[in-house]
């Protein structure tokens, strides 16, 4: 089981001049056990920031964030997060067979292969990069973010504008190849976009958030 819910949630940031801005006003809703919603909103309207709560990186300032009636107080690998920049991690608080077979297993399943001797090879991921188009190299950066936050085998998956950075053609076979990956592994999906198309493809249900503040 892996839901998500928002009870009445308020974030509020202190500038560095002093001043609050509001991010979250008031936000209820509840993202189901195994479903893919999408969010979607102009920018700065709070879609990151309700996935970094989610993620436990921030706390909100009122009301309540429960993963299955829980309340999220700080970071867990129960909780991947999948960012617009390839930022990459290790796993942690698994064994180190299970890693290597978790890993190796969704590079396979997401197409995350540079080739024979795979992504560690010694000078393999500098001479792919020499050859490959640039949308080519970021859908296979990317693919290996996805991969590393499935290996640790999260309840849900916290996606905040994965292929913003892509160009259409990779954005499109990414969302396939996502869609595929979800239905494989019946994982909790809320995913951040501000591409209206995107949502309406990817989505089961999609919440739009007003300006500032959502």
Not at 16 to 41: M, S
Not at 120 to 144: E, N, Y
Not at 174 to 184: H, I, N, S, Y
Request: include cysteine.
């Amino acid at each position: 089981m892996a839901r998500l819910t928002l009870d009445s949630l308020t974030m509020r940031f202190r500038t560095r001049r002093g001043d609050t801005i509001t991010a979250l006003q008031d936000i209820t809703f509840e993202v189901k056990d195994r479903e893919f919603a999408v969010l979607v909103g102009t920018s700065g309207c709070g879609k990151s920031t309700i996935l970094r709560l989610a993620a436990g990186l921030l706390l909100p300032t009122t009301g309540r964030l429960l993963l299955d009636g829980h309340a999220v107080s700080g970071p867990n690998a129960e909780r991947g997060m999948v960012f617009q920049s390839y930022t990459l991690f290790p796993l942690a608080h698994r064994p180190a067979e299970r890693r290597v077979r978790a890993s190796t297993s969704w590079h396979a399943r997401l197409g995350a292969s540079w080739g024979r001797g795979g992504l560690h090879r010694p000078g393999r991921p500098q001479r792919i990069r020499a050859r490959l188009p640039q949308g080519t190299l970021l859908g296979m950066m990317q693919r290996v973010a996805i991969a590393r936050a499935l290996a640790n085998d999260p309840a849900i998956l916290l996606m905040d504008e994965p292929f913003g950075a892509l160009d259409a053609q990779t954005r499109a076979l990414m969302g396939e190849l996502l869609l595929r990956v979800w239905e494989q592994s019946a994982k909790t999906v809320p995913f951040v976009t501000h591409d209206i198309e995107e949502a309406l493809f990817l989505a089961d249900r999609v919440f739009v958030l007003t300006a500032r503040p959502g």
